[in-house]
């Protein structure tokens, strides 16, 4: 199957596709509460198998903000270890981030338009 295109999508997603890919970005953040944000978008790929390439694609995008964010918070241990001023404003600062890029990428896949997070190292590819 064709990688999925980060414009516009050549056919316009089900509404089955928008639920699925959401579901890859608010589940991340739901399951984060337990430190299994990752658990989400390994699910959504799991049940998608390789039905919608708008999805795969929002999973990915999912898994890969995930992984970035738990270096991002090791690192800030590692900076709390340090000094207690910088390991805590840095877990704010993530805490913010995450929350509202989640959203962000929530409300686009809902919308069914394809989204790429900022400022992530992309380790795995559709």
Not at 84 to 113: D, H, P, Q
Request: aromatic residues 16%; hydrophobic residues 55%; charged residues 10%.
């Amino acid at each position: 199957m064709q990688p999925y295109s980060t414009t516009q999508p050549p056919v316009q997603p089900t509404s089955d596709d928008r639920t699925f890919a959401a579901g890859a970005h608010v589940g991340s953040f739901l399951a984060a509460w337990i430190a299994l944000g990752v658990l989400a978008p390994v699910l959504v790929l799991v049940l998608n198998g390789n039905r919608s390439a708008f999805v795969r694609h929002h999973a990915y995008e999912s898994l890969n903000f995930q992984l970035n964010t738990y270096l991002w918070m090791i690192a800030a241990f590692l900076f709390g270890v340090v000094t207690f001023g910088i390991g805590f404003v840095s877990f704010l600062g993530i805490g913010a981030w995450y929350v509202v890029l989640v959203i962000i990428a929530t409300l686009a896949a809902n919308r069914g338009e394809v989204y790429r997070y900022p400022m992530i190292i992309r380790f795995l590819q559709p």
